[in-house]
């Protein structure tokens, strides 16, 4: 009987000793989690007022506003290149010399045969006044009075017949020569119009060598940069004039102290995009700074992808220092909405149900959980920061969500 009182005590002992180990054991779990409703500093943000905006980002390249390809409209061999790379051209200067031997030589053959048809002009407009002057035949009344004379003292056989022959040879001689003067004066012209038509058809010639070999001169066709030279001293190029838009691009020129970004801009946005808004361009070479822009195109026509329609979007951007380089990645922001010195908590506090109304979490020891939910009212959201129309005050803790 004792040593069974003994083990039923022991039992007891053992059962009240494993109650206990438990109860610590939950105690101590109760307590843990009681400590997990603790807030950490990094977990709460404060209801701040400022300035918020709410816009849209269309990504693009830099472009300059205006330029040129350069090409050539004569073909032939690089003899000289007179600018490089970022260099500064203003219009009309020479950036490149092609071989000019055999158009130099055809324009010196087009001269001497322009100097010869002139000659033949010359020529033919002297023997107009020569036939001009005989055509007056000023000797022709005094031969005709004097056959006029030896006829009538003919007839009172005065003077012998063969007087009066030589007297009327003379003057028909006289008056034949007066006709053929007439005549010639037709023919000469019309040899002085071939010779003048001779002459515009050489000077037109001349005209066109000249003009081609001007065309072995490149000069600038606008003032900018020189964005690419294309060629090297003994390329051969060709003309754009026979191989069209295949020809040989020499340089690429560009103003780049106008430049734009152009991107896409969804349909959703795109209504509130208008002419002359103002955006914000960033570049990954200048990260803390901001240059301006403005809205200066709007495609009229979306373009639809993956069921997704987007507009194109110009951004015009004044670059008068030359920062921003051709090609560059941009983004520009261009500024929907902007309310100033207004009420916003952190996007991340801000908590939606499905029926996209806003919340957020405030701390409150007196709830199980340590915070408490309260409506507000939200206004505009930059991503960043979400504008509280009402239901908190400056000051008032948020919870941030995880």
């Known amino acids: 009987m004792a040593t069974q009182r003994k083990k039923k005590r022991n039992l007891w002992i053992w059962t009240g000793l494993i109650v206990l180990i438990v109860a610590v054991i939950l105690g101590v779990a109760v307590t843990a989690r009681g400590n997990s409703t603790k807030l950490e500093p990094s977990q709460l943000a404060k209801a701040e007022r400022g300035d918020i905006a709410r816009s849209v980002v269309a990504t693009g390249k830099v472009q300059p506003i205006t330029k040129v390809e350069v090409k050539s409209k004569a073909s032939g061999i690089v003899t000289r290149l007179d600018t490089d790379i970022n260099a500064q051209v203003k219009r009309g200067q020479v950036l490149a010399q092609l071989d000019q031997i055999e158009i130099l030589a055809q324009v010196a053959a087009q001269k001497a045969q322009l100097t010869a048809a002139e000659s033949n002009a010359r020529a ?45 040879q003379k003057y028909l001689f006289a008056a034949n020569t007066r006709d053929k003067a007439v005549a010639q004066i037709a023919v000469d012209t019309s040899k002085l119009h071939q010779a003048q038509a001779q002459v515009q058809q050489s000077q037109a010639s001349l005209k066109q060598l000249q003009e081609q070999l001007s065309y072995t001169t490149i000069a600038s066709p606008m003032d900018g940069v020189i964005l690419s030279r294309d060629v090297e001293l003994g390329d051969a190029i060709s003309s754009i004039l026979v191989m069209g838009s295949t020809a040989t691009l020499v340089m690429t020129i560009g103003d780049i102290e106008h430049v734009y970004v152009q991107g896409k801009v969804d349909e959703s946005d795109i209504g509130k995009v208008y002419l002359g808004q103002t955006a914000r361009i960033k570049v990954e070479s200048f990260k803390d700074k901001t240059f301006l822009g403005k809205v200066t195109r709007i495609a009229p026509l979306g373009v639809e992808k993956d069921n997704v329609t987007t507009f194109e979007v110009r951004v015009s ?15 520009a922001e261009i500024l929907l909405e902007e309310h100033k010195a207004v009420l916003t908590v952190p996007e991340q506090a801000v908590i939606y149900d499905k029926d996209r109304k806003a919340s957020v979490e405030v701390p409150d020891p007196k709830q199980k959980k340590g915070r408490r939910k309260v409506d507000i009212k939200a206004g505009i959201s930059n991503g960043t920061k979400t504008e509280v129309l009402a239901g908190l005050n400056p000051g008032d803790t948020v919870i941030l969500q995880q």
Do not use: F
């Open 124 to 168: 033919a407009a002297a023997a107009i006044e020569y036939d001009k002057i005989s055509a007056e035949a000023p000797d022709l009344p005094m031969y005709k009075h004097t056959y006029d004379r030896a006829l009538q003292m003919s007839k009172d056989g005065v003077v012998s017949q063969q007087a009066l022959d030589d007297a009327q």
């Open 317 to 331: 951007i004044d670059n008068p220092g030359g920062e921003l380089k051709a090609n560059m990645t941009a983004n």
